[in-house]
């Protein structure tokens, strides 16, 4: 079994909705979670970084982190087509980025 | 664009060979990191570097090795090629320790034939 899973979709919605990207973990020493956006062809960027549970919201972009259950989630509002991509999520047991683990990704597509 | 640059884009061989691929990590950042990613695997931390020093392993296999020069570019050696070591490779630089973004490359594609 893998240390974090990430459903790989595909996911299609339409324009304007709200998005819901999930990953679970086993590892309980997980304190450092990350999302990251990757455009085809392109590198991950970092999207948002939350520390242990609760939540942190950017903009559009919400991050969830419920330690209790190993559980995290990322919520898209009014998503746009240019949200297109695959996400993925990654997280840590020490401070910094060394050894990040990350999921599969979860291919996302907004339909205009 | 990150400010990382990954050559070679592409690169096809056959299996047994050897190739490297090199890193140019963002102006001014320490630490260099090399991931893999594969459809089966994901994306997997293979190796990072600090100002020259490797600072943590991942799951690198033994055919692979990395090392990161005194004008801090990298440069990631795969050998003995197998088939399963197709996949795409990037390399990600961070400014220092502890944590703060990391910016990762295009990538590198090894098709391993």
């Known amino acids: 079994q893998k240390e974090v899973e990430q459903d790989p979709g595909p996911l299609s919605v339409p324009e304007g909705a709200i998005v819901s990207l999930n990953c679970t973990y086993s590892?309980?020493?997980?304190?450092?979670f990350m999302w990251y956006r990757q455009y085809s062809r392109k590198g991950p960027e970092l999207l948002m970084y939350?520390?242990?549970?609760g939540n942190k919201e950017d903009g559009r972009f919400t991050a969830q982190v419920d330690k209790s259950s190993k559980y995290i989630s990322l919520f898209i509002r009014d998503s746009q087509p240019s949200d297109s991509a695959t996400y993925l999520c990654?997280?840590?047991?020490?401070?910094?980025?060394?050894?990040?683990?990350f999921g599969t990704g979860t291919r996302l597509t907004i339909i205009p | 664009d990150s400010g990382v640059t990954q050559t070679p884009k592409h690169l096809i061989t056959a299996t047994g060979q050897r190739v490297t691929l090199r890193c140019s990590p963002r102006?001014?950042?320490?630490?260099v990191y090399w991931y893999q990613q594969s459809l089966d695997q994901g994306l997997q931390f293979l190796i990072q570097?600090?100002?020259?020093?490797?600072?943590a392993k991942g799951n690198i296999l033994e055919r692979f090795s990395a090392q990161q020069f005194p004008d801090l570019h990298s440069e990631l050696n795969l050998s003995s090629l197998e088939l399963g070591d197709s996949a795409l490779y990037f390399c990600?630089?961070?400014?220092?320790?502890?944590?703060?973004?990391?910016?990762f490359g295009e990538g590198s594609w090894l098709t391993v034939v």
């Open positions: 990600a630089s961070s400014s220092g320790e502890g944590y703060n973004t990391i910016y």
């Open positions: 590892n309980s020493a997980f304190q450092y």
């Open positions: 939350t520390y242990s549970s």
């Open positions: 990654a997280m840590s047991a020490i401070f910094g980025n060394e050894k990040l683990t």
């Open positions: 102006s001014g950042d320490l630490s």
């Open positions: 570097y600090y100002n020259g020093e490797e600072r």
